[in-house]
């Protein structure tokens, strides 16, 4: 459980330096084959998951061996990493298993757990993404769309009866 932990620790850490446009290269691609080591010595990836691990390898490896690739090997190389991450969000890839994080969570005590492979698949698309010319002033209005968007969708909800406040604190919820 603790190599587990630790792996999807990493993970986040991945998924974070890779929405830094300027964070290197090696440290991603580091702290995303360490996140995978600790993933194998725990319970959350078994030898059933090398075959998906190899071929979001040779997607990377193609997006990186040539310094710029083409633009029609561009296209298929994101398309190849969409299609990886699609397969990773609905599970189709065998060998990865899911984190129990509380085993009752919410109006229907439902577990609720974390998945390596939906979590892997993003970053897969976010080291495939075409990279952008460095800026010297970065441009915060994304920033702004975020916020409104989601507090929009979450207002949109509510009004909708979809969802609620119900503001309690689960034992496990410290973790």
């Known amino acids: 459980m603790f190599f587990d932990q630790i792996a999807f620790a990493l993970l986040f850490c991945a998924l974070a330096t890779s929405l830094w446009q300027t964070a290197p290269l090696r440290l991603k691609l580091g702290l995303a084959a360490t996140s995978i080591t600790m993933a194998s010595l725990g319970h959350t990836l078994n030898p059933g998951?090398?075959?998906?691990?190899?071929?979001?390898?040779?997607?990377?490896?193609?997006?990186?061996?040539?310094?710029?690739?083409?633009?029609?090997?561009?296209?298929?190389?994101?398309?190849?990493?969409?299609?990886?991450?699609?397969?990773a969000?609905?599970?189709l890839w065998q060998g990865f298993s899911p984190l129990r994080w509380m085993e009752h969570f919410g109006r229907n005590s439902q577990p609720?757990?974390?998945?390596?492979?939906?979590?892997?698949?993003g970053l897969l698309l976010l080291l495939c993404l075409?990279?952008?010319?460095?800026?010297?002033?970065?441009?915060?209005?994304?920033?702004?769309?975020l916020l409104i968007g989601s507090s929009g969708l979450l207002l949109v909800t509510m009004l909708l009866?979809?969802?609620?406040?119900?503001?309690?604190?689960?034992?496990d919820m410290t973790l």
């Open 112 to 121: 609720l757990q974390w998945n390596y492979d939906k979590a892997l698949g």
């Open 49 to 87: 998951a090398i075959p998906a691990l190899l071929t979001g390898a040779l997607i990377l490896v193609a997006k990186h061996a040539s310094h710029p690739p083409q633009r029609h090997v561009r296209s298929l190389i994101l398309i190849a990493a969409a299609i990886w991450a699609l397969c």
């Open 130 to 145: 075409p990279d952008r010319p460095h800026q010297e002033k970065q441009n915060w209005r994304w920033l702004g769309f």
């Open 89 to 91: 969000g609905l599970h």
């Open 161 to 171: 009866g979809l969802a609620s406040f119900d503001l309690r604190w689960p034992e």
